[in-house]
Structures are given as C-alpha cells and as structure tokens.
C-alpha cells in the first residue's frame, strides 16, 4: 500500500522527465538514471553553445539596474555604478518566459535567494524606533556621522554599507547636536556639471538706494494767475495760444473799462487840485488817487506818464510782470470781463518739479533734502541732478505708494511736463557691513538660507539674518563670517539636497511620522 502511494506520487515527475527527454536529447543516461535531482538543476546545467532554440523554458534571462538601464547582465548581481541589486526584465511579447519565471518561483530552491533582500529590510523596518532613539542619543552628545541611502531616507546606519531594499551605497551625513547645518558632498565633475559659482563674504559700504519713476511737473509757485480788477471789454488780445512764450513787459491785452477811465480823471483832478493850492493838504489825495490806479493794474511807468501827458487813456494796456509760458488762455477779443474772470494763467518753467512714487516699505529710507537724480530716456536726457524738496503726508491708499518731490533746474527749458522720468534717490550710508550678492539668498519667506562651501570642498546650509539690501547686494546681520565662500549659482538644488538630508535633523527633533 505504501509503495503503491510512493509511485503514485512519482509520477508527475516521470512524465516531466519524458518530456524534458523528448526536448533535450544532449542529456546523457546517466543524468537521466538520476531521477531524484532536481529537474530545476538539470535544467540549468547546459551550455549556451548546445542550448535548443525552441525550448521555452531555455531563454536566457537578463538583468538590467533601475537606475542605469544601460547596464545589463544575464546573471543577478549588483549594478557596478550605483551597487543596487539588478532586476530581471520581462519581455512581454514572451509569454513562456512570464509561464518559466512562475516554474521559476513555485521552485523552492529559489525562494533563499528571492527573500534575502526581503528580510534584510523587514529587520529595518521591524525596528525603527531603537535607530531613531539611537541617533537622537547622539545628537544629543554632539556631532555625529550618519548613513543614509540616497533613495530610503528612513535607512541609517552607523558603518558604511549598502542599502538592503535597493543596494545603493549609503552616503555620509554630518549632523551636530543643536546645529542647523547639513553637509553635501558633491564630487568636482559634478560642481562642473551644475556650473557652482562663488563669492566671497565680505564688508562693503551699502547706500540706500531707491529706484522709481516719477512724473514732471509744473512748479506750482511758479504759475501766476492773470485776472482784470475791474469791468470791462477786451479790446485787443496779444496772445493768440496757449504755450505762447512772453517775456516781462511784454503786452497780453487792451481793456475799456470806465472804472478805468474814472480812476484815471480822479488822479488827474487830484494832481491839478494840489497844484493850485499847495501841496499842504491835497498831497495825501494825489497819492491816493495813484494808489488806486496802482491797485486797479496800471504799473508805475504807466501812472508817471499819465501824469505827465495829462491825457486819460480810453483803452488800458497791460503788461506781462515776468516771463513765462501761457498755461491757460480763457479770453478772446471782445469779450466783456468781470473780475472774477481768469484771463490767462502763466507759469514759469525755469525750475520744474519731478514728483515720484516710493513703495511703502522704502519710507524709511527717505529723507528731506537727499540727493536724487533723473533722467529722461524719452527725450535722451541723463543725469539731472536734483534735491528731495518735500515729502507728501500721506500715501496713496490705492497704490500704497509714498509720493516724493524733487526740484530740478530747467534753464534751457529741455524737460516737458507731464513727461516720465527715472528717479534715483540716494539715502546715507550704512559702512563696513558684511555683503553677499543678492543671488545668493535663497528665501523661503519664513527664513533666508545660502549655501556655504568649506574649506574641504563639501557644502552646507546655514540660516542667515538679512538687513538691509540694495544695488544688488544684502546685508548679512548673523550667520556668516567675512572670507566665508557662498554659492550664487546653482544653490538651489544644493538646498534640495540638504533639504532631503535633513530628515536627519527632524528625527532628532523628535518627529516620528
């Protein structure tokens, strides 16, 4: 009964060996004889010079690295770049090599070889708390050396090695107790593939600088507003336009009024009063009578020849005081008058105003009576230097702008209102302060970091205190060192990197996820 059982059992792998006889005719008798070894070992013993071409089960199989597919071998083994374990690449097209790689698992021969990875990374995952115990421990004593696969962050070791889940070799990791700096090892090939660049912690003397656009301006104490004393008509008008040029003394119109001509039979009965009976007591009336001609327009040279010629004038002129460009011209030619009325208005563009726009956060830094300087690219025009002349009380509440107002000279007349202009304003100077170029921040908007290069070559990540920056470069308040060397190309994927590192720094911190 029981060797009936045992022949029974037998029989499947009889079958398997008439088949695989069949198949393979270059096994010899005495392999053949040999029914208890595994088929699994007879199978693999050929060479590849006598392997059949039409035996499924027969395939070479091939091994390729996940992370560098140009690396293929037909053995299972590690990658010899990045030393992770070699995987076998399926063919889908094949369906016998997917049915030989399922013989291939159901064979208990191979689970040893399957599982080894397996357990050695069940041994790291099973006890995880005693490796982060272990290093918040050491962070604790002082600085430490760690390793850290490159791919599994959670994998640390004390000792180099390699990673049970990938075979990648671990990298170094520096940590201190209670600092925040990572170190990165990056080879020299690889700085030159990432192109790094350095500068140099050094003191400089920083100005306060600001640059906006502003807008001139007429100087609004230079505009003069022309209106007639009294009523009348305008008889005759000088000005054709507005932009008109006039100069002083020059003639803007002619007006009847008979207030005018009133005022004027006034003084000249006044003056012919005093003259008949002493100047006594009828001088102060001849004065009068003067004052009012004085009040109502005429000049000086106009009241002197009136009292010399002795004749009233039915149509009054009236000259220009100063020189200037007609602004506004509300006038024309026999039109009636009251003097309410504005006939012209005249400005003065000698000195113009330039008035700019300062960002909130810039208020600070300005100050009345500092420097400025403008310039007009639209009219080829640089370098007019200028004086902050007054700052407005309150900011613009759409824009939250701070307006500032610069007085420039304009003799020749060369800047236009209403044109744009850039303006430079230039505050006090902050000396001896140590600089780094603006580029080499890199900000979060909680914190500033740069990336330091030491003296070994390696890099790190170092939390800076920032003051003030302008014209390219910041102000280092902590964390730097003049003569200290600072990445300002290529930092941010060095702070990636120290970014992923510092998983390290959270572990012994006491987060535990």
């Known amino acids: 009964m029981n060797q009936f059982n045992r022949v029974k059992k037998q029989a499947p792998k009889a079958v398997l060996l008439s088949s695989l006889v069949m198949g393979t005719p270059w096994l010899s008798h005495a392999q053949l004889a040999d029914t208890q070894q595994p088929v699994a070992t007879e199978i693999a013993a050929p060479s590849p010079a006598n392997k059949p071409k039409n035996n499924p089960l027969n395939q070479v199989k091939t091994y390729t690295c996940p992370m560098h597919p140009e690396v293929i071998s037909h053995e299972p083994g590690r990658c010899p770049k990045c030393n992770m374990f070699l995987v076998e690449q399926q063919d889908a097209e094949n369906p016998a090599e997917e049915h030989a790689a399922h013989q291939a698992t159901d064979n208990p021969m191979t689970e040893p070889k399957q599982t080894s990875a397996a357990k050695a990374s069940s041994q790291v995952f099973d006890t995880p708390i005693s490796k982060v115990d272990n290093l918040v421990k050491a962070q604790n004593q002082g600085a430490t050396i760690k390793y850290v696969c490159p791919m599994h962050a959670h994998i640390i070791s004390d000792v180099p090695g390699t990673c049970p889940i990938c075979g990648m070799n671990l990298e170094k990791v520096e940590t201190g107790g209670n600092t925040q700096e990572i170190n990165i090892n990056v080879s020299g090939s690889m700085q030159q593939a990432l192109a790094l660049k350095v500068a140099k912690v050094e003191r400089d003397t920083l100005w306060k600088f600001v640059e906006t656009v502003g807008q001139i301006d007429y100087d609004e104490s230079q505009i003069s507003h022309i209106h007639a004393r009294v009523t009348g008509w305008i008889e005759k008008l000088a000005i054709q336009s507005v932009g008109d040029p006039i100069k002083k003394d020059q003639l803007l119109y002619e007006i009847y009024s008979p207030d005018l001509i009133n005022a004027q039979d006034d ?247």
């Not at 109502?296 to 005081?321: C, M, W």
């Not at 008058?337 to 563009?349: F, G, K």
């Not at 964390?479 to 300002?488: K, P």
């Open 267 to 513: 003084y000249l009965l006044a003056m012919d009063t005093a003259k008949a009976n002493g100047q006594g007591r009828y001088k102060d009336l001849v004065r009068n009578a003067g004052l009012r001609l004085s009040f109502l327009g005429l000049n000086d040279r106009q009241i002197k020849q009136l009292a010399e010629s002795h004749q009233t004038q039915y149509r009054v002129p009236f000259y220009a005081k100063e020189d200037g460009i007609v602004k506004a011209l509300d006038v024309r030619d026999g039109m009636y008058i009251q003097p309410s009325t504005e006939v012209m208005s005249v400005v003065d563009l000698s000195k113009v105003w330039v008035i700019a726009d300062v960002f909130e956060n810039e208020q600070s830094w300005i100050a009345k009576g500092q420097k400025a300087e403008v310039a007009v690219p639209a009219m080829n025009i640089s370098g007019i230097e200028g004086t902050i002349d007054y700052i407005y009380p309150e900011l613009d509440p759409v824009t939250r702008s701070l307006r500032v107002r610069v007085v420039l000279d304009n003799s020749d007349v060369d800047l236009r209102p209403k044109t744009l202009a850039k303006v430079s304003l230039f505050g006090g100077p902050n000396k001896d302060v140590l600089v780094v170029p603006q580029e080499a921040l890199i900000q979060t908007g909680k914190e500033n970091r740069v990336i330091v290069k030491q003296a070994d070559d390696s890099f790190t990540a170092k939390v800076v205190r920032v003051g003030m920056m302008s014209q390219g470069k910041a102000e280092i308040v902590s964390g730097l060192s003049e003569g200290e060397r600072v990445v300002i190309s290529g930092q941010f994927l060095l702070d990636s990197e120290a970014s992923l590192k510092g998983s390290l720094m959270r572990l012994s911190s006491g987060h535990q996820h």
